[in-house]
Structure formats: C-alpha cells, structure tokens
C-alpha cells in the first residue's frame, strides 16, 4: 500500500515546525549574523536549512538500521522521544536561556555551528523524524509523506530567517515570547502523545508475546 498519508505529513510538519521554533530562531539568527550584510544574511539563512535537511534526511534514512543496531525498539524511541520533546517545551515555557548558543570561534560559520546543527537540526527534530519514518513503516506514501514534511518544515524555517529583520520589527519582543509560548505548549501535548501512544504499543506487543 502505497497511499500518500496526509495525516502523516500534517503531524509531522507540525511536530517539527514546533520543535525548529520558526519565530524563536528570529532573535537568535538576527543576534548571529548581526555584522553580515544582507546578501551574508540570505547566504546563512540558505546554509542553515541546507546543513539542517542533510543531517535531518540522514537520520530519517539511516535511523532504522541504528536502532536495530542497537536493539533499541520503537515503543523505546517513543518514549524517550516523548520525554526529551517535553523537556524541550519545558525550556520554551519557562524561558531558559537555550535560545542564546555560544558561538564558539569567531572564525567558524555560524550558519553551520550553532544555527543548521544544533539549533535547527537537534535531537528533539532528529527523534521526531525518527519516530515519523517509524510509524510509516514500510509504506511508500508514508515515507514519502515524511520527506514533504521535513522539506515544508525547512522551506517554513528558511523564509522566517530569509524575513527575520522584517518580522523582528512586525512583532515585537512581545510578540516573539507570545508564539514562542504558544509553541512550547503544543510541543508538550505533542510529547505527552508520543509517550502515551509509546505505553499503548509497548503493553500491546507485551501481551502478543
């Protein structure tokens, strides 16, 4: 069966839109590349998603053959994925201070280190991703379904960086904390998802064995 999963796309696009944190990013890419010029701001914007869709895609690849390398099951992916989504919505309603990485060196390319990994390409959009080709399963729509959404999520990130300078000065520091807000509770009723769907699965497969 080989049916395009729409549903599959929505929830995935959703869970990683919020964990990317589109409106998030806007201080942190303006505050990383405030002595670029606009062209270095677009170029870093590019290369941001770009390093971010590699390092997403590979896991979404190779991420079956890891798990079953380790013996990690799916119900435990869930679970733990579940667990560190929550702990990521936890820093976005709180307000830590996690939206500020170090740079590092003043010579390394912030649109790499820390804008396209960690701050886009994380582990809480890894697991999501992971999770999402594990419940497509071996579904060609599905899997199909899964890589439209990491492209939209990217192609959303993308433009909110390519615009950040626009929309920093449209919304406003209130603004910004309000849909960051926003965010971080649909990304913990996301979580609290996996982790109950994870408990479901594992108490199922316990009984069929």
């Not at 929830?11 to 964990?19: G, K, Q």
């Not at 303006?30 to 270095?40: E, I």
């Not at 594990?134 to 729509?141: I, M």
Request: glycine share 10%.
């Amino acid at each position: 069966m080989s049916i395009f999963d729409v549903t599959l796309v929505a929830t995935a696009f959703a869970t990683l839109t919020v964990i990317m944190d589109p409106i998030g990013t806007v201080p942190v890419f303006l505050g990383l590349t405030a002595r670029y010029s606009q062209p270095k701001q677009r170029r870093a914007a590019i290369q941001a998603t770009s390093v971010s869709f590699g390092v997403i895609l590979t896991f979404a690849i190779l991420g079956g053959q890891i798990l079953r390398l380790l013996h990690i099951s799916m119900e435990a992916l869930q679970l733990s994925g579940g667990v560190l989504l929550f702990l990521v919505a936890m820093e976005l309603l709180m307000g830590t201070d996690s939206s500020s990485p170090d740079t590092g060196d003043e010579g390394v390319n912030v649109a790499l280190v820390p804008l396209g990994t960690p701050l886009l390409a994380g582990p809480g959009s890894i697991v999501a991703v992971m999770v999402a080709v594990g419940q497509a399963g071996t579904n060609v729509g599905s899997w199909i379904a899964v890589i439209v959404a990491v492209v939209l999520a990217h192609i959303v990130m993308w433009l909110t960086m390519r615009f950040s300078l626009m929309l920093s000065r449209a919304l406003g520091p209130g603004g910004i904390m309000l849909l960051t807000k926003i965010s971080g509770l649909l990304l913990a009723a996301i979580a609290t998802q996996l982790i109950m769907e994870g408990i479901f699965q594992f108490i199922a497969s316990a009984k069929l064995s």
